[in-house]
């Protein structure tokens, strides 16, 4: 049992902050807080792990501290406002506590200072500790669903993106040593954990900060490169997923795993744009030459392959030329999956300083121009599926109702949580969340695939 002491926890942002997100709310649990995911009026304290990345975040988070206000004698602020918290107490002059991204034990004490907990209390969960990104890895409790996680393997980040203030916000690229990585991907299995969601700012440049320095696994050494996390990856989880991979060379040497079966065929790459100019403005690689033919031998290596993008329009100085060079990109890269998001001035990035800033209605124009060319190959790309039966993972067993005639929801290998599509599933037995199952399809649109549950369920552990 808790202390009797209710913390309300809010998570805001990317799923890097949701890790951080998991990793406090552990903490409260170990030290005896009666922790909710959610603005509750009895909680005595809550925690907002606020995103400063684009304006619209930041009054999310501006909005949600607000309303955390009018709910609780106390408010702690943590997360990526906090690193440079002048906003925020321009906003909230009597704000109480204030840290910055991935700082769990000074997030603990503020808590403990509003709230405090007699020594002895008890835990309100039965796994012992939590953990501590510096040292080996430990067991936390997981904000997401009870088949998936999010595995972060780096920190920060050493790239200088003109629209970007990730840097100032996480630092420079710190890398988690392999065997960390490893003990914590196999923890998590251990927990009943399907499907692990490998993620950092930047995935391609992992181990390069600590000269991928080798670390003890078993018996043997594992360097802290990515290829050989994910060779060991694979071999601990049913299902390794890969987040914000840059196209370096040596992702090459990564797709014979994907043909293997060793990790999921599926490659979140966000490339931004495909106009040289901006992306010299954006201070991004602009060897758009060398990603399209990457593209197309990643393909021929493994024809399963499934490629998600996103990309930013309405950049300052972008011309009518430079979306059209991103139009005509999208048609012959044709990438699986993309998103699109209008520019946002970030405060403190040095993009607000270049000329030519882009009408807001432009922006809008240009964000539905690249929705209306990728719509049509996303459709393409499912319907490419009708007639196949595919493995899927359950998310939603809609606990035995039937709606709109499916009675469960699942994603295939080619689909991430929330931002991909879904497998809609008809079934004449019960599925459970969790599982796996094969599906046929027989239908599709730009985003959904739709099927009939067939033969038996597929377990792994």
Request: aromatic residues 6%.
């Amino acid at each position: 049992m808790g202390s009797g002491h209710k913390v309300s926890f809010v998570s805001l942002g990317c799923p890097k902050a949701l890790v951080d997100s998991e990793h406090i709310v552990t903490a409260l649990l170990d030290a005896g807080y009666d922790v909710v995911a959610e603005q509750d009026d009895d909680a005595e304290v809550v925690v907002v792990n606020t995103c400063g990345f684009i304006d619209a975040a930041k009054q999310e988070s501006i909005d949600t501290i607000s309303q955390a206000y009018t709910q609780a004698k106390k408010v702690v602020v943590t997360g990526c406002m906090g690193k440079d918290p002048t906003e925020l107490r321009e906003n909230f002059a009597d704000l109480d506590f204030v840290s910055g991204p991935a700082e769990v034990a000074p997030v603990l004490s503020a808590v403990q200072s509003y709230a405090p907990v007699v020594t002895g209390g008890g835990s309100s969960r039965s796994m012992p500790g939590y953990f501590d990104p510096a040292s080996a890895a430990g067991q936390r409790v997981r904000l997401t669903p009870e088949h998936y996680a999010y595995l972060k393997i780096s920190e920060g980040c050493n790239h200088k993106c003109s629209f970007c203030i990730i840097p100032k916000m996480r630092g420079a690229l710190s890398s988690r040593e392999s065997a960390d990585v490893l003990a914590e991907a196999e923890q998590l299995v251990e927990e009943g954990v399907k499907e692990l969601l490998v993620v950092a700012q930047d995935l391609s440049a992992y181990g390069l900060d600590i000269r991928y320095r080798e670390s003890r696994w078993r018996d043997r050494s594992i360097p802290a490169r990515l290829l050989n996390l994910c060779d060991e990856l694979g071999s601990i989880a049913p299902w390794v997923r890969l987040h914000y991979v840059y196209p370096y060379p040596h992702v090459d040497h990564i797709i014979p795993l994907m043909s293997d079966g060793k990790i999921l065929p599926y490659l979140d790459m966000p490339l931004q744009h495909a106009s040289t100019d901006v992306l010299k403005a954006m201070r991004r690689p602009a060897a758009l030459e060398k990603t399209l033919e990457r593209l197309h031998r990643w393909r021929q290596m493994c024809p399963e392959l499934v490629v998600r993008s996103t990309f930013i329009v309405g950049f300052p100085g972008e011309t009518d030329q430079d979306v059209g060079a991103l139009l005509d990109f999208l048609e012959e890269a044709d990438l699986d999956r993309v998103g699109c998001f209008t520019y946002s001035a970030v405060e403190g990035a040095a993009a607000n300083a270049l000329d030519d800033h882009v009408d807001e209605r432009d922006k809008i124009d240009r964000q539905e121009m690249v929705y209306e060319v990728q719509a049509p190959i996303s459709a393409r790309h499912l319907a490419a599926k009708r007639g196949r039966t595919i493995r899927v993972l359950i998310d939603d067993a809609r606990s035995g109702q039937i709606i709109d005639g499916y009675h469960a929801i699942g994603r295939s290998s080619a689909d991430a949580p929330e931002i991909d599509g879904s497998v809609h599933i008809r079934s004449d037995t019960p599925c459970r969340e969790g599982e796996f199952v094969w599906v046929k399809i027989d239908d599709s649109d730009e985003h959904d695939l739709f099927g009939e549950l067939v033969g038996e369920s597929v377990r792994f552990g």
